[in-house]
């Protein structure tokens, strides 16, 4: 007795190979896209504190607190008094104290 071959289609071990790939390659895209979407909020809230902190500098409010910065030029040395400004981050404006900034 002769097997037959068919020759008209997939088998059904293939179609069920091409199946199991696709729902592979679909669950990592849906990952891929859940893990795009946490990233972008991380992203987003750290650039609004970034810009807060930047502005809470530049427009000098926040803990203020006074310091001294030492410069040496040639052998010689002086202090300079300075203001320190910011919001509670990191980010931090120096100015010269008894200054006034225009607006």
Known sequence: M???KSKRGETLT???VSILIIAMASALLATMVGVSARLTKRAEAADAQFYEE???AEAGRGEDGDAAITL???GSSGELP???SGGSGELKSYRLAGVEVAP
């Open 2 to 4: 002769k097997k037959l």
């Open 14 to 16: 293939e179609t069920l």
């Open 54 to 56: 930047l502005s809470a």
């Open 72 to 74: 040496t030029v040639g």
């Open 82 to 84: 300075v203001v320190i």
